[in-house]
């Protein structure tokens, strides 16, 4: 099945500041890779998503990359603000198959 | 409804009883999702339902876990005999699966699950 590793674990900057967070997957199939917020106490809630037949993506001040040679793919976020402090978490999955998910990440942006 | 519905939201029970807990997904979403996050960690897949098809249960931890979806809506996971290693946040989702293509899984608030 698939495998999601995400890094890393915790990540803590400025605000102002940028913030990456890398995923690989396992399974060369999987074809949908989208991004999920979750912030303290409340559900996670997708923040934007990517296909296989694209290599990035953007919204405002939030972006995704996709390597697919490498199987992997990326969450930028720039100008971080107080408010994108929570637990990020990517997810990998093909076709209509279940999302696997990654462990998440702590994002921590101290003003 | 507007959006996934669990109940209840917060749990309580006695290592070694029952407990359900409830799903009321989207209306028109026919896959659902179990997944279960422990303090601190990731989203751990449970169980699947997608329309008809028989329920991918790959992810259930042991045999105390089951799962049902009445009339390709609500469903029910049933935990047998509560341990304490069962407490944990249980999330459901739903999408709606255009197709073969993945989308958008939107959540639940969860139920809080604490065995004492």
């Known amino acids: 099945g698939e495998n999601v590793e995400q890094h890393p674990s915790t990540l803590s900057v400025q605000e102002g500041d940028s913030a990456v967070i890398k995923c690989t997957y396992s399974?060369?199939?999987?074809?949908?890779f989208p991004w999920y917020k979750q912030e303290l106490g409340k559900r996670p809630q997708l923040i934007i998503d990517i296909r296989s037949n694209v290599g990035e993506k953007k919204d405002q001040r939030i972006a995704v990359t996709l390597n697919k040679t490498a199987k992997h793919f990326s969450l930028h976020i720039t100008e971080t603000q107080p408010e994108d402090s929570a637990v990020y978490f990517c997810?990998?999955?093909?076709?209509?198959?279940?999302?696997?998910f990654g462990r998440g990440t702590s994002l921590i942006v101290h003003p | 409804g507007a959006g996934v519905s669990q109940s209840p939201s917060n749990k309580v029970t006695e290592k070694g009883k029952d407990v359900e807990l409830r799903c009321d997904p989207i209306?028109?979403?026919?896959?659902l999702y179990w997944y279960r996050q422990s303090l601190g960690q990731g989203l751990e897949f449970l169980i699947y339902f997608q329309g008809n098809s028989a329920p991918d249960k790959s992810g259930l931890p042991s045999d105390r876990f089951s799962a049902e979806r009445t009339g390709g809506s609500v469903s029910t996971l049933t935990i047998q005999r509560t341990q304490q290693e069962d407490s944990a946040v249980y999330l459901c989702?739903?999408?709606?699966?255009?197709?073969?293509?993945?989308?958008?899984?939107?959540f639940g608030q969860g139920t809080r699950l604490t065995v004492v």
């Open positions: 209306s028109g979403h026919t896959a």
């Open positions: 989702a739903s999408s709606s699966q255009a197709g073969s293509l993945n989308t958008e899984a939107f």
């Open positions: 997810a990998a999955s093909m076709g209509s198959y279940i999302p696997t």
């Open positions: 399974d060369s199939a999987s074809n949908y």
